[in-house]
């Protein structure tokens, strides 16, 4: 697949399930992509990317941004509380906000900016131990401390145990969301963002099926 590809299967899929056209927002995975790769992307007009390493987008991004205009970039791996200012400078949404103490360091960050980057808040549906993510039944709570800190909580995403039937974790997702009354759903990635449209994804992170297969990291 390719990009036009992706977005007319989006299309479609937006259409069967009867969502508005456009309702779905196309988050291309960079992340360890060639920046020839990352380029014919750009010039076909795509502006909304996803990279899991601050330090990986920090290398590329701002020589993009100083030749496109409008990129709108998500940080879609895991934070390091260090690395929260970097990010919180770089990226425009941030899909990773797992815990009390990032919430804290962003809503001293968003004080002290007077902006922040729009936030998700990542699910781990699973409960794998090894994958972050908060806790399906600590979501509530956290969100409302995250709301007590005036933080702007957009939506949630999640990234199903990959042994698992996806759409079991899209519907708990959008069970989650429907109940804390967030507008966001990012949910969806290369192997199955047909059914997470399907289940309600407003985002979907695609990485493969756009740029191709990654060359592994050693
Ligand atoms: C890499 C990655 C993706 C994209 O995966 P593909 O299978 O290449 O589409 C989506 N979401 C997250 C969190 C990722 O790390």
Known sequence: ???????????????????????VKLI????????????????????????????????KWPGFRSNY???????????????????????????TLDRVKLAKSFASLAQEKGSCPELFIQVNTGEEPQKAG???????????????????????MCIPPIDEEPSLHFSLLKKLQERNDVNSLSMGMSSDFETAIAFGATHVR?????????????
């Open 1 to 23: 697949m390719n990009l036009s590809k992706v977005k007319n299967s989006i299309s479609n899929l937006e259409l069967s399930a009867k969502r508005k056209l456009g309702s």
């Open 28 to 59: 291309a995975v960079s992340k360890v992509q060639p920046n020839e790769k990352i380029k014919v992307v750009l010039e076909e007009g795509h502006r909304c990317f996803g990279e899991n390493r601050v330090q990986e987008a920090l290398g």
């Open 69 to 95: 205009d409008n990129i709108e970039l998500h940080l879609i791996g895991p934070l390091q509380t260090n690395k929260a200012r970097q990010a919180f400078e770089l990226f425009n949404v941030i899909q």
């Open 134 to 156: 908060i806790f399906p039944e600590q979501l509530d709570s956290f969100i409302k401390e995250c709301r007590s800190m005036d933080l702007p909580i957009e939506g949630l």
């Open 206 to 218: 695609i990485g493969s099926a756009i740029f191709g297969e990654r060359i592994p990291t050693p």
